[in-house]
């Protein structure tokens, strides 16, 4: 039993360590390219690694894996202050300074925590469109086994760095929208505290499901 655990340990650290060395190629990928749909190529083969691997690396070394991709290719910063509009020129520089960081947390832990398995789907990029104030909005598809795709449709815009991603819209839901709705309920009730300390129950309570 001893020397089973070993070689279990052994191949999950091998595991790994390939992952790495592909992320690490994709995010110098990522740092040459200025295309929209290359960002969003590249998250989504990472995402598919991610499910290919995710039951033997396990959710702690899935979330080593996206952070890194999910940190360059989503504007994490830049939805937040969309999602809080108005009220995020009414917090004070930690508030700012706090929300972010919750919420850049919990952003890679859910992503993390879905895509866990795999059972052959692929991402299939659709067509590319132009959007008003320079955007450019990447429609894909996962292609599942049963034959029903799930629409994921990029917002991307245009930073100093590269494009980044401002807003997933899934089959037509947009997330910024729902984000928008959830988080100004809870501002106008209950303060920024109380959106700061829901947003670390959420990740916690992902953390805690994967123990």
Do not use: C
């Not at 819209?169 to 209950?190: C, F, M, P, T």
Request: aromatic share 6%; net charge neutral; proline share 1%.
């Amino acid at each position: 039993m001893k020397l089973l655990n070993t070689t279990n340990r052994v191949f999950k650290l091998l595991v790994v360590a390939m992952l790495v060395m592909t992320t690490t190629g994709l995010q110098a990928e990522l740092s040459k390219s200025d295309g929209a749909e290359q960002v969003v190529i590249i998250l989504q083969d990472s995402l598919i690694q991610a499910m290919q691997q995710g039951q033997k690396i396990g959710y702690r070394d899935r979330l080593k894996l996206l952070a890194p991709i999910i940190q360059q290719t989503h504007d994490l910063a830049a939805i937040i202050r969309s999602v809080l509009g108005t009220h995020w020129v009414k917090l004070a520089a930690d508030q700012q300074q706090a929300i972010t960081q919750v919420f850049q947390e919990n952003s890679i832990a859910t992503y993390a925590d879905r895509f866990n398995q795999y059972d052959g789907e692929q991402f299939k990029i659709v067509e590319q469109a132009q959007l008003p104030r320079g955007r450019i909005l990447i429609r894909s598809q996962l292609i599942r086994t049963d034959g029903n795709p799930v629409n994921f449709d990029y917002v991307m815009n245009k930073s100093s760095e590269s494009w980044r991603i401002i807003n997933i819209v899934v089959d037509g839901v947009s997330d910024l929208a729902l984000k928008r709705a959830e988080y100004s309920a809870v501002l106008q009730k209950n303060g920024i505290a109380a959106l700061v300390d829901m947003l670390e129950q959420k990740t916690a309570h992902i953390e805690q499901s994967h123990q």
